[in-house]
């Protein structure tokens, strides 16, 4: 059974009976965790606050107070989605060249944003914006984070190898294009990424054309 509101702890809560700071901690991220499943399975449209609501044992109010609106909930849901893309952090050996570490990065964000959790949420945000065009600042304002990050990357790999390049953030969106097509494809078009050898292969050729890019400018 899903923790009530009601039936939290007496140590959970607040001498004046509001839940604690962990309890209330703890009580945001059980609504968000229901709103990712039901949001999933059902849809942003088809999916009810009031849903939300009793599969989280809590009451419709204590949600709005949490997050004012539906649009709120899922912009934290969407955000806690895309945690794994964008909390990647790269620690390289000594001496490994500019090429390798760059498909270092390819591989792994490659493999983040195939895992099947990442895939559900990929085809969410098409399908989704598709129906509800007013979604689409939500998961623009993620893909802006993930190419920040991305460019603060490059941006100190170059340095490592004093390497002066031009208009960074649009290196950083033809870098994203080029590691993410296996991922964006399986997640619009259901076609397979490949072989981990292919995926490898398309990952080296891919970093060979960007730093010709690089370097041509």
């Known amino acids: 059974m899903p923790p009530t509101e009601g039936r939290a702890p007496s140590v959970g809560r607040s001498p004046l009976g509001r839940p604690s700071v962990q309890r209330a901690q703890e009580l945001r991220q059980i609504i968000v965790g229901v709103a990712s499943a039901l949001m999933l399975e059902h849809g942003y449209a ?3 606050m009031e849903a939300i609501a009793t599969a989280a044992g809590v009451t419709k109010r204590t949600i709005y107070t949490r997050f004012d ?8 849901v969407l955000a806690t989605a895309a945690l794994p893309a964008l909390q990647l952090d790269f620690q390289f050996a000594p001496g490994l060249a500019l090429q390798d570490k760059l498909v270092r990065i390819g591989l792994e964000m490659n493999a983040t944003l195939l895992h099947p959790g990442m895939q559900n949420w990929l085809r969410f945000a098409i399908h989704g914006i598709a129906l509800h065009p007013e979604l689409a600042p939500l998961v623009h304002g993620l893909i802006e984070q993930y190419l920040a990050l991305l460019a603060q990357h490059l941006a100190a790999l170059f340095a490592s190898e004093a390497m ?6 649009t290196l950083a ?6 590691i993410s097509s296996p991922a964006q494809n399986l997640a619009a078009f259901a076609m397979p990424p490949g072989s981990p050898e292919e995926q490898a ?6 970093v060979a054309v960007f730093l010709a890019g690089c370097r041509a400018t």
């Open 46 to 48: 088809g999916t009810s």
């Open 69 to 76: 609106s539906k649009e709120n909930l899922l912009r934290e």
């Open 164 to 169: 002066v390049v031009d208009d960074l953030p």
């Open 173 to 178: 969106k033809v870098f994203a294009s080029l």
């Open 201 to 206: 292969h398309l990952m080296h050729r891919s």
